[in-house]
């Protein structure tokens, strides 16, 4: 008995070793270590939860979309509802993307990872602006930034990629919005959120920032919740004070929340099937990694195309990142920012491509 | 937990002086967490609750370690019954850290105290040390797999360990929707008078409670000594984020081989652990100042 259940071990170990072509490691990594940490959380904890539903939405989608086209509808149907009652009581922590999506975080751990990486980057810099004991909030912000870019193959591009890949990354391109506008509005609506806390958050007061979180928090729920936005807000659009301060945040979470859609048209889309999904997510993700900007060329977005899938974009949100006279800079979508050339094909990080 | 160590007397001095190194470990271990249990501003890590570490509280852990550059404190106590009435409680402190890419390096002093027959034993059973190391991440049709290898010196006191013992263990873990499999299969090496050496087998299955950053877990874990009977254990608990960077566990186990009414070989425990990182051990390079193109 005893060498029948080591063989069998032997076994299983040698089955775990050879059922996946590719070995992929986790490469988990803890957060910088500060004082700061988790101030967000204790001084202001309803609109710290308040990201968790986004975050349930977010995974919620992928993992449905990759259950397979039949009753996506009605799947998705239903986990808008779960994720309005998360909005009206969310829940005490965030929740680990492997509890919400254990099967999509399987086929796209690379992405999982960058993004989990990524909402410490957002928590760490809430932390911060929340922190009255942290005396040059822009020189740990930075340390905070530099940290996170050092983790190369998690960290978004610092560039300012717009909406380029989930216009042009692929036949899938607004696949999601198209067919599921009621939670691509909750979506898009959290990403005026993630911004608006930012925003509020520059308040030097600590009471002039409570009560704006609060007028946020209800702006949110009440207005913008209801009426989402019809495009992907940028960063700086919504938060011109924090995208000065921090113009590579900016466009990091930029990157971040289009890869959130960008993985949204790829789980939905028809076209993908379901074996191409994860192979598919890499490829954008390799192209908005931040070890790769040097040599990832963005998409070109045509006219066309914005008024094909964001025809109520405004003016404002198509400025390009500018360097002012200082050497600071500022990030798309702010609204000081040069606005992007129409002329012929455009790219979001400032190459007008002519025609 | 071995018998009365009259193995102090012919203990080496190094085994006095890691015993003697482990007893301080302890009490600072202690204090830190004593430190830190009363921080409320340091409070969150919202995926703790789904590490299974061993011991807490099941026998089988699963094939993830801590994170680069995570540390964790632990804190375990179990109390168990014996023959007659009488009880065996042990306790296990343990300080571990992702000491580098996929893999986490672990210290651990158990101590034990024995009430039998109104005679008290106690002391410091073993010190442990252990390496973690994981090979890859749930695939789509591959589960997770780790080695972990083991080293266990005598303590110090009446329940002392007699000699030194060794663990090589593999370590499966496998994600079924909300539940996770875990199977762990490994060799023991162990004097005849500290148990014996032999295989060691474990199932254990976990499932998250939705979104409340609570799961239930249970497992078998079946010891086969290389001479003598099998001892099988059955372990049921749970383990629950109490903060963002705490977590509590609690759980029941039973050794089934061997139950009789007098000997109901029922056991409970609790535990606490805690996460933290230290700032200075983490480097921390320029800002890049990324410019626009």
């Given at each position: ?22 070995i992929v490691q986790r490469n988990a ?76 975080a399987r086929?796209?751990h690379r992405?999982a990872s ?242 | ?62 094939a993830y ?37 996929n ?31 994981n090979l890859n991440q749930e695939g789509?049709?591959s589960?997770a797999l ?148």
């Amino acid at each position: 008995m005893r060498r029948s259940i080591a063989w069998a071990f032997v076994f299983s170990l040698g089955a775990a070793v050879t059922a996946d072509a590719q070995i992929v490691q986790r490469n988990a990594e803890y957060w910088l270590p500060a004082d700061y940490n988790h101030a967000f959380y204790q001084t202001h904890q309803l609109a710290a939860r308040s990201f968790y539903a986004a975050h349930y939405a977010h995974f919620i989608v992928y993992e449905e979309g990759l259950a397979g086209q039949d009753g996506l509808e009605a799947r998705l149907a239903a986990a808008d509802g779960a994720i309005r009652d998360l909005v009206a009581e969310p829940p005490r922590y965030e929740p680990p993307i492997d509890v919400i999506a254990p099967d999509w975080a399987r086929i796209a751990h690379r992405t999982a990872s960058a993004m989990d990486w990524t909402h410490h980057l957002h928590a760490q810099l809430y932390d911060i602006l929340s922190d009255d004991r942290v005396q040059d909030k822009r020189a740990a912000g930075e340390a905070a930034i530099a940290h996170y870019l050092s983790r190369a193959g998690a960290a978004f591009s610092t560039r300012g990629y717009g909406h380029s890949f989930m216009l042009g990354g692929g036949t899938w391109a607004a696949t999601f919005a198209e067919r599921f506008p009621g939670v691509n509005g909750i979506l898009w609506a959290y990403h005026w959120h993630h911004a608006a806390i930012y925003e509020a958050l520059m308040e030097e007061d600590p009471d002039a920032r409570s009560r704006e979180l609060d007028r946020v928090l209800r702006v949110f729920a009440d207005s913008v919740l209801v009426n989402p936005p019809t495009y992907m807000p940028l960063t700086a659009e919504t938060a011109p004070k924090f995208g000065a301060m921090f113009p590579a945040a900016a466009h990091i979470f930029d990157n971040l929340h289009m890869m959130h859609d960008v993985v949204n048209d790829i789980m939905v889309a028809a076209s993908v099937p379901e074996r191409a999904k994860g192979a598919e997510i890499e490829r954008l993700l390799q192209q908005m990694l931040y070890q790769n900007q040097e040599w990832v060329v963005p998409p070109e977005m045509s006219h066309d195309m914005m008024m094909e899938h964001m025809p109520e974009m405004p003016m404002r949100a198509m400025t390009i990142p500018t360097e002012l006279p200082d050497g600071s800079w500022l990030p798309q979508g702010h609204p000081d920012a040069e606005m992007m050339p129409m002329m012929g094909g455009m790219r979001h990080d400032g190459h007008g491509g002519g025609s | 937990m071995s018998g009365p160590s009259a193995a102090a007397g012919r203990r080496t001095p190094l085994v006095a002086g890691v015993a003697m190194v482990a007893w301080l470990v302890s009490l600072a271990s202690l204090a830190a967490l004593a430190a830190a249990a009363g921080t409320p501003r340091h409070a969150a890590a919202q995926d703790d609750y789904r590490h299974l570490d061993q011991g807490r509280p099941l026998r089988v852990e699963d094939a993830y370690p801590i994170k680069l550059r995570e540390w964790e404190w632990e804190l375990g106590s179990g109390v168990a019954g014996l023959e007659g009435g009488d009880l065996s409680w042990g306790s296990v402190l343990e300080l571990k850290t992702g000491l580098f890419r996929n893999g986490q390096f672990g210290v651990e002093t158990h101590f034990s105290l024995e009430r039998e027959d109104g005679v008290s034993r106690s002391g410091i059973e073993e010190v442990a040390a252990h390496i973690l190391y994981n090979l890859n991440q749930e695939g789509r049709r591959s589960p997770a797999l780790a080695f972990r290898a083991d080293l266990e010196v005598p303590g110090t006191g009446d329940v002392s360990g007699e000699d030194a013992q060794g663990r090589l263990k593999a370590m499966l873990t496998r994600t079924l929707g909300r539940t996770r499999a875990h199977v762990n299969g490994g060799y023991r090496w162990a004097s005849a008078v500290d148990g014996g050496e032999g295989w060691e087998v474990g199932l254990a299955l976990d499932r998250a409670l939705g979104l409340t950053s609570r799961l239930i877990a249970g497992d078998v874990f079946i010891e086969l000594p290389s001479e003598g009977e099998a001892r099988v254990w059955v372990d049921l608990g749970t383990r629950i984020q109490m903060s963002k960077r705490s977590v509590l566990d609690v759980g029941v186990f039973a050794r089934v081989d061997d139950w009789t009414e007098s000997v109901p070989n029922l056991g409970f425990t609790v535990g606490l652990s805690r996460a933290f990182g230290i700032r200075s051990l983490v480097p921390l390079g320029p800002y890049p100042n990324p410019r626009l193109r």
